[in-house]
């Protein structure tokens, strides 16, 4: 079976399906695309949505990673992302809805934001993509398409402001499931691979890093996802940050 994932440099969900495929053993090739230009070009491609990671396997098209995770179970069982017990693969599942559609959009919303206001390391993330022009270039012209970006997913700055305010809450709740064991277990699950990108995005920006490093959640950032390229240094409004919180609450 021939597989092709098509990503977009440093986008965590692609990390994630690429993750994924990896944990698998899947052999697969990827297909780097611009950020903003990667919309049309999937269509282009037949896909029915425009959003990344998208897959295409032997005519099948599958997109975004929460499809992908099935899919990946569904062709190849072993090893599993899902539990077989049902009551923990319902704990991982309502896990891994929470890490797309609760975290997931605010560290794309914050990353957006934070390149948008500092540039100066922008080439990191785009090392080891192929984007048909040297990384530097593709750095020094990303300013339309990061705008572009921040238009389409509302990275405004008081949606942006809101975002960086929830990120201690978002952070303790990534504890939790921790503490819990509903991730961050011996063998990691699809809501691992949700999760733990989102959380490594967010500890490139610089100013978030104090609020996540040394937390359960960072240290299974750093574990699930250990080679992670790029840093923010400073591309927040410094009154968004908001103060590290002295005992995380998975903890108390």
């Not at 098209?61 to 929460?66: A, I, Y």
């Not at 891994?96 to 560290?107: C, F, I, N």
């Not at 389409?152 to 978002?170: G, Q, S, Y």
């Amino acid at each position: 079976m021939a597989i092709t994932l098509y990503v977009i440099p440093a986008s965590h969900p692609c990390i994630s399906a690429e993750l994924m495929l990896r944990h698998k053993g899947v052999p697969y090739k990827r297909r780097d695309l611009v950020m903003a230009m990667h919309k049309p070009i999937l269509r282009g491609l037949g896909f029915s949505g425009t959003t990344a990671p998208a897959l295409k396997a032997d005519g099948r098209k599958v997109q975004g990673s929460t499809e992908i995770a099935r899919y990946l179970d569904e062709i190849q069982p072993e090893p599993g992302l899902f539990p077989t017990d049902p009551e923990r693969r319902r704990a991982v599942e309502e896990a891994e809805r929470w890490g797309d559609s609760e975290l997931q959009p605010v560290a794309r919303r914050l990353a957006l934001a934070g390149v948008g206001g500092d540039r100066s390391h922008l080439a990191e993330f785009l090392e080891g993509y192929k984007l048909g022009v040297p990384v530097r270039v593709a750095a020094a012209t990303a300013g339309p398409a990061i705008w572009m970006e921040q238009k389409l997913h509302k990275a405004n700055p008081d949606a942006c402001r809101a975002d960086a305010a929830r990120v201690p809450e978002l952070i303790d709740h990534v504890d939790k499931l921790i503490v819990d064991g509903v991730i961050g277990g011996d063998e990691p699950n699809a809501a691992d691979f949700q999760i733990a990108p989102s959380v490594r995005l967010l500890m490139a920006l610089d100013q978030l890093r104090p609020l996540i490093e040394g937390r359960p959640a960072g240290d299974l950032a750093l574990k699930v996802v250990p080679n992670f390229r790029g840093r923010v240094p400073a591309g927040l409004p410094a009154d968004w940050i908001p103060s590290p919180s002295t005992q995380p609450a998975a903890n108390a």
